[in-house]
């Protein structure tokens, strides 16, 4: 089973938030005098100390995805290339239509399988 690392962070500091709960409440009903410093201190220091401690890249996520985001959508980068101007209008709209033909895999391997020949010795 794959582990995804955004999944172990959320399930790690899920589970720490749980643990604080449940040390909380056992506290609470043991009687144990201010039992809620338990809670106080354990959301607001040990779960976000966790979850900066399990993300190693924490504070770059947003800032990466968006990067990752602009250069991995197609369409934004044929976009950018035709308002630099190093498409035609003709271009744009041919590679407009491919784009969209080929949206999914399975889309990708149709359009591979059933293009002609020739528009595969132009590239």
Not at 15 to 27: H, K, R, S, T
Not at 48 to 76: K, M
Request: net charge negative; proline share 4%.
């Amino acid at each position: 089973m794959k582990h995804d690392p955004e999944s172990f962070h959320d399930q790690t500091t899920g589970v720490v938030a749980l643990l604080v709960l449940g040390v909380g409440l056992v506290a609470m009903f043991a009687r144990i005098p201010n039992f809620y410093a338990i809670w106080a201190i354990g959301f607001a220091v040990v779960v976000p100390l966790v979850a900066i401690l399990t993300n190693s890249e924490f504070g770059s996520d947003a800032e990466s995805s968006a990067e990752e985001t602009d250069s991995d959508n197609p369409l934004e980068t044929l976009r950018e290339r035709y308002a630099r101007g190093e498409l035609t209008d003709e271009q744009f709209e041919e590679k407009l239509d491919r784009l969209l033909e080929t949206e999914t895999i399975d889309d990708v391997k149709t359009h591979r399988a059933t293009s002609d020949p020739q528009r595969e010795r132009e590239r």
